[in-house]
């Protein structure tokens, strides 16, 4: 297929880099003009500017950081893209601008999809992400043969803005992961017990997930170089707990997780991976 790429950050240049290893030309457009010739360099194609990224594409899809850059980049992709274009925003953002999105691009015919993803940089580089889709079940199928070279998990949700939501969910619930292994770290140190021993058994245990197996290492050494950064993580705790005020829901655990987000985006550690959540649970032992 032809795909026009749209935001080619860290989750965005390895999901168009794969995109090229399965045999698909992509035309990629950032913001940033060494993104663009790192794509070029991979076999890709470099576009001027949004527009000239989605000519003539089969398929767009978009990552970009917020529904501020999507609600600026969708009408122009909705005007300019081909007939029956697949419009698949793979960024994370409000449900109700997803379903914004798709009311205007029905309205000319063109079929979006709100799939945003899970597993963060190194499932975007292996090609290993979780994607929740919403939408119509027709274009979730024809958009099969993008997304299966994204990830291994790809879920239909249900119609416009679904993917959202259940990303929404999928944020409180990272959040939440991380904050108790910051607290099992300062636990265990505090004890005198070697916290990297202790991980590793909680890691093989009823108490073992994705973030035990692949950050436990790093956070035990204060290493937080970013895969998914706090500035992010902030943003995607506003939507879920924005989400639970529109569903009507209490979610006072998801709450507290925003809170220590927030603390960490607040005390200048923005730029860091999540798992720098750890920082904040020191601070509050120092």
């Known amino acids: 297929m032809n795909i026009g790429f749209v935001g080619l950050g860290i989750m965005g240049s390895p999901m168009a880099a794969n995109l090229l290893k399965a045999g698909h030309v992509v035309t990629g457009y950032d913001v ?10 991979l076999g890709g194609k470099g576009a001027s500017g949004v527009v000239a990224a989605i000519a003539g594409a089969d398929a767009v899809v978009t990552m970009l950081p917020d529904s501020p850059q999507v609600e600026e980049v969708a009408p122009l992709i909705v005007e300019y893209g081909r007939p029956n274009l697949l419009y698949i925003d793979m960024s994370t953002i409000k449900p ?11 309205a000319v015919g063109v079929r979006a999809l709100d799939a945003p993803v899970s597993g963060g940089e190194r499932g975007a580089v292996d090609g290993t992400l979780s994607i929740m889709v919403g939408g119509a079940a027709a274009d979730v199928e024809a958009a099969g043969p ?19 939501t259940v990303k929404a969910a999928n944020q409180l619930v990272v ?3 991380y904050g108790l292994v910051s607290e099992a770290i300062v636990l265990l140190e505090a004890s005198g ?4 021993a202790g991980l590793d058994v909680l890691a093989g245990g009823l108490a073992g997930s994705r973030i035990l ?14 895969g998914f950064r706090i500035d992010l993580h902030h943003k995607d705790m506003g939507i879920a707990v924005a989400a639970a005020r529109e569903a009507g829901v209490s979610l006072p655990l998801t709450g507290q997780v925003a809170q220590l987000v927030a603390a960490a985006r607040a005390q200048g550690h923005g730029s860091l991976d999540h798992s720098a959540l750890l920082k904040v649970i020191e601070r509050l032992n120092a």
């Open 32 to 41: 940033s003009e060494a993104r663009i010739e790192q794509l070029v360099g």
């Open 96 to 106: 109700e601008t997803s379903r914004w999105v798709a009311q205007k691009a029905a």
């Open 213 to 226: 197996e692949l950050k436990r290492h790093t956070m035990v050494k204060r290493e937080f170089a970013p």
């Open 175 to 177: 959040g939440g992961i």
């Open 146 to 164: 993008v997304l299966g070279c994204l990830g291994t998990t790809v879920v239909h949700v249900g119609p416009a803005g679904a993917g959202q």
């Open 193 to 196: 017990v070697d916290p990297g």
